[in-house]
Antibody
């Protein structure tokens, strides 16, 4: 069974940093592109970033470029999202998703709250 | 960026009704169009990919169609468990963009 389990969310002050992790199991992690998608509670879904299966090709949404960094450790079946210079508008549930043709499986999400 | 406009933003229908949700793209997206279902407090679930390919395990009452800039998700006979919000996603060009969602309620 495919499982994606995010962790690392929480409350952080504006300007602060957080590192999200996504532990993958039930499939060959290194064969799949991975994505981060976020959602303000009660609002729509917003694509954040995509990393290819080897980690050599990464694409970001403009609103996170220069602040967020995606990486992966295929030996540990883990995806990461390093978030720096956080802003109030980054407050959202962050989902880790898998998919070579767009997200298919999704984690349960982790809530990031940016507030003083 | 490609803008995805979904309509309607919400609808209410009876069990057994045929329901259609539309997504219009601001430019062509080829076959890079997926549909997702999301229930409250849960992660989205992929229903359709590549415009019309049904995800394994998804009931056949769900179908997708369209081309170019206009796409539809159809539920042929609405069931109580279909109460959810539905999202389209274009993945033809970065940044990938979602529609704003359509909330489907059962009368």
């Amino acid at each position: 069974e495919v499982q994606l389990v995010e962790s690392g969310g929480g409350l952080v002050q504006p300007g602060g940093s957080l590192r999200l992790s996504c532990a993958a199991s039930g499939f060959t992690f290194g064969n799949y592109w991975m994505h981060w998608v976020r959602q303000v509670p009660g609002k729509g879904l917003v694509w954040v970033s995509r990393i290819n299966n080897g980690g050599s090709d990464i694409v970001y949404a403009d609103f996170v470029k220069g602040r967020f960094t995606v990486s992966r450790d295929n030996a540990r079946n883990t995806l990461f999202l390093q978030m720096n210079s956080l802003r109030a508008e980054d407050t959202a549930v962050y989902y880790c998703t898998r998919g070579n043709r767009g997200p298919d499986y999704w984690g349960q999400g982790t809530l990031v709250t940016v507030s003083s | 960026d490609i803008q995805m406009t979904q309509s309607p933003s919400s609808l209410s229908a009876f069990v057994g009704d045929r329901v259609t949700i539309t997504c219009r793209a601001s430019q062509g997206v080829g076959n890079g169009l997926n549909w997702y279902q999301q229930k409250p407090g849960k992660a989205p679930k992929r229903l359709i990919f590549d415009i019309s390919t049904l995800q394994s395990g998804v009931p056949s009452r769900f179908s997708g169609s369209g081309s170019g800039t206009e796409f539809t998700l159809t539920i042929s006979s609405l069931q109580p468990e279909d109460s959810a919000t539905y999202h389209c996603l274009q993945l033809n060009a970065y940044p990938w963009t979602f529609g704003q969602g359509t909330k489907v309620e059962i009368k």
